[in-house]
């Protein structure tokens, strides 16, 4: 960015009933206006460029994307957000009940926009059916509930609000004698809902900082040296923190301490903090990084994992010079001689890729020393007293001066086990005195912080004519990444539950974690298992086309039964997945055979529980006996 | 992160056009202002700093539409939502409220104008095939010795490549002209990566007036977004159809062509497999859009819309 002074454009608008004559600076958006200068933080910043629907208000009653309205543009407006659909103070609105009704709140980080976009679309079509209330809610992303649950709460806000429905159904239903089958209210519903529960991001405290950060444009590179002065003498700015600010033993991570709180002589990743700013306000920190120099000497990177496993690949980490974070060998009676007594013996590879994790709250942290010097750091990690215990060594003090406080999660998925960020913060608020925050960008959520391991597993599995499976060999090499995060639990969790819930008698795993100079990749849901389990489940309807038998048929004769023993000799009391079976076979109109048998022939394809394929303009559907109006 | 030193909202012509005359190098003009903001972020543009940008949202003379001797002259202020909303606009253009429903999502449409979208350029805009289609011209204001002249250009000769354009210093795009096809049948296909707020990868539109009596085609339009650096207006295909009476087969043989034009540097042949499907479904759903559907017409979009 240039030089360049920063005017302001004068605004007289109406923001939930109340008429407000403000200055805002040009470049605010009027998101950022909304929030910064008004306080009103139920409309969220889940993306900046108008993809995710957080941040939806009302402008001259119409939703907006606020991310997306230069603040000019409200000029002689009247805006209405989140906070103000119940009025200063007010009852929650029927569309909200609705949403605690149904339990559609799960992070709630999309919620305060899910509201506004049904709020909106009730108010566009008081009548609109299922179809077009998912378009009209099309803008808005959630990614906990898979949405059954937000369009249950419209429809059945839309009966309350046409006298359809009594106003009653919104109750709590009557809590029964167990929690297991009954709809138990979540209790932190209300404040997202409202729009009232403050994430991180949402924090404010007096005399706060923001931070933002410089990052690797390289995948890999000597750090020959960082000059901050630029940067620490541009007005505004509070502080530069870099990897020499560590006063303690630098280095975290879930297994293997081998991150340090900022790129340390190398940087192993695009992406990899390099140095952070402290300063008034986030644009001034932004053009401070800017002013940052680094020399960096680029040396040879590896980003294919079975490459960095060769002899001569380039080394990630020293202390690994095989690149391996974590191999799991199991091992369960003769694999040869299994393989020696199958008829059929079937090999095929599986590759899986990289997958983010795309919570709607990109991460965000707040961190202050208090009255007491207690390092306070406010985020929304999902392992707090381990962050706690590694800060006290990485900052150099006792435990009882490091306190970690646990903001509501807006959606994590294993994404914010990593203490990635928290030790900037802390550095920046030790070196400052002040309370120092940063939020990540989309873009930064994306390239910096860990995603699903991409794995390529070799299967190999030998098989009777009658489809009885006589030995498995499965070997999952894993893309770790620069740094082992969770790695090697990951790989643990893969190798235990490689061969799905089947009684192998002969069984040989291998899993490897390893480092190349690609993205880390950390913990997320299944933990290994959905890697291992596509592998598992496509190698299964592989087998059994080959053997000409139906692919719930090959499962029902390998699969365990009460009092099995795992390849990990843990016995299992019941098991369940003859009853999963069952229930997946009906409810699917399974149609039994074996899998080759598809096209005309089938009979239990596009039934009533098949998805239909996606299609809009319910709005203007031309069909003829409806009460559905003809123009939205 | 977009940064701008002076943020100006004229409310007349006259004000804007000074206003653009006189900013400095390096200002923009914005109206809905969806596309700017994203593109000012990582990834693309980056941080970027503008010396000026001149909102043309609040310019009086740029709202509303006029219909005369077949043509209707849209105000370049006019938002993709009025394509749903508006009555008269959705029987006038056919093909548009099929084209904003697959644009963006309610919200962006509220905000984006179907002229910023043609002035963008980009090769995978979804407004500027169907303004192709309605033969359509673009109306642009500029100042003579502080007086206000017009020019007009056909959309085809103003989009000169992926964003390039006609548009010369001091201009501004005042109003799309384009034919009315009340009466017509009119379809819009995409292909995105999901259902809301992506761009196209590949989009058709296609209207058609069948004859009353015979039911032979009187007229047809046909027109591809995505396949080539500018939209391209099938007239080939259109001319080949005129004055048929429409067959399953006849759809498929005048699909093969189209396919053959596909010049997009990347994933052409998923690209050459889209666009015959898309021509076929666009000529089956405008059939179907003007109550004349085929009978052996493969179910497609519209049996849902």
Redesign the interface.
Known sequence: ??E????E?QLDFEINGRSMTRSAK??Q?LLDFIRDDLGLTGAKEGC????C?TC?VFVDG????S????V??A?GTKIETIEGLTGWGGDLTPVQKAFHKTGASQCGYCIPGMVM?AT?ALR?NPRADL?EIK??L??NICRCTGYTKIFEAVELARDVLSGEANATVLDADGAGKSYIGNNVRRLDAPSKVSGRLRYAGDMVMPGMLHMQVLRSPHAHALIKSIDTSAAENLPGVACVVTADDVPGEDGFGVFVHDQPIMARDRVRYVGEAVAAVAADDA?TA?RAV?LIKVEYEPVAAVFDSEEAMQDGAPVVHAYAPDNIVKHIPIRKGDVEQGFADADLVVEQSYDTQAVEHAYLEPEAGLAYVDHDDVVTVISPSQNITHHRHMLAKIIDRPINKVRFIMSPVGGGFGGKEDMIYQGMLALAAMKTGSPVRLVF?R??SI?STAKRHPARITYKMGLKKDGRITAVSFRMISDGGAYGLSTEGVMRKAAILSCGPYNIPNVQIDTYGVYTNNTPSGAFRTFGAMQSQFATESHMDICAEKLGLDPFEIRRINMMRDGAITHTQQTLGSVSIGRVLDAAEQASHWQAGPVGMRGPQRTDLGGDDTR?P?????????SGDDDHQ??? | MLTCDRYHMPTSLAEALAMWRDAPDGSRLVAGATDILPWAREGRAGNVHLPAMIDLSRVAELNGYTVAAGRIRLGANVVYQQFLTDEKLRALMPCMPYCAIWFADDQIRQQATLAGNIVNASPAADGTPPIFALNGELEIARLDDGAISHRTIAVSDFIKGPGATDLQPGEIVTAVICDTLEGYGGSFQKVGQRRSLVISSVCAVACIKLDDSTGTVTDIRLALGGISPVPLRLTETEKMLTGKQLTRDMIVEAARLPAELVASRTRREYRRTVVRGFVEAAIEDALADCGSALPNAETRETANV
């Open positions: 960015m240039s360049q002074t920063t005017s454009v040009t470049h958006r900046g460029a108008g993809e629907g939806s119409k939703l907006v994307k991310c997306l309205m230069p000019a543009k000029n976009a909106s566009e179809e378009e009209r099309g803008g644009l932004a800017s960008t873009e930064e390239i239909p996606c299609t809009l303009g319910a709005r203007f559907r031309k003809e123009v939205a």
